[in-house]
């Protein structure tokens, strides 16, 4: 079946660094995808989402690219701060039909942000 | 409310025995979803309703789970007959029509002992 998947499964970064979290997805016809953060105890919690129109898409100290070509989705968090420490989950929206609606979640990549 | 409430937060149940979980949507959200997740992966899709229409149910894992809607609002998830596998932490979000930007409760975290 269709999957979204994570390069990288956990990522360690210094305070103030920028950090890059990638996602490979395989459905080409899901029309969006968003990112979400979950802290410990917590459900997830929207970050930033990005239409399969546009290949880049910037927040506050997040910018979501979307390479099609490749099936690739990043996450870049700038200037990275302890309160980013989670795990980061990249997740993907099918285009229509019954199934419109339903989030298929990647694995999550655990982000640990050191003073 | 002001958001996804989730009840119990924490519910311990010896297996083979039947447990409901309930999630209370935000007001106005006409899609609620009912995710599980293991621990330290990620989130498997339950079942998915959207207003009036029929439910999507094909994330459900066994004739053992079940869930329902009443009155366009609040949903309760069944579980029949636990088992230990069942035990995760299940989890509900709501959002107006087309999934964009889910609200998500905290979770019911389920010990199936």
Request: aromatic fraction near 10%; include cysteine; glycine fraction near 12%.
């Amino acid at each position: 079946g269709e999957s979204v998947g994570l390069h990288l499964p956990t990522l360690s970064v210094q305070e103030g660094d920028n950090s890059i979290i990638n996602c490979a997805y395989s459905n080409s016809a899901s029309d969006y995808f968003i990112w979400y953060k979950q802290e410990s105890g917590k459900g997830p919690q929207f970050i930033i989402d990005i239409r399969s129109n546009m290949d880049k898409r910037q927040g506050q100290r997040v910018t979501v690219l979307l390479n099609k070509t490749v099936k690739h989705l990043s996450l870049q968090i700038a200037a990275t701060q302890p309160g980013d420490s989670a795990v980061y989950f990249c997740a993907e929206n099918q285009a229509g039909g019954t199934s419109y609606g339903k989030l298929t979640f990647g694995q999550g990549t655990i982000l640990t942000v050191h003073p | 409310g002001a958001g996804v409430s989730q009840s119990p937060s924490n519910k311990v149940t010896e297996k083979g025995k039947d447990v409901e979980l309930r999630c209370d949507p935000i007001s106005g959200h006409t899609a609620l979803y009912w995710y599980r997740q293991s621990l330290g992966q990620g989130l498997e899709f339950l079942i998915y309703f959207q207003g009036n229409s029929a439910p999507d149910k094909s994330g459900l894992p066994s004739d053992r789970f079940s869930a329902e809607r009443t009155g366009g609002s609040v949903s309760t998830l069944t579980i029949q007959r636990t088992q230990q596998e069942d035990s995760a932490v299940y989890l509900c979000a709501s959002s107006f029509w087309g999934g964009k930007g889910y609200t998500f409760g905290s979770g019911t975290r389920l010990t199936v002992v």
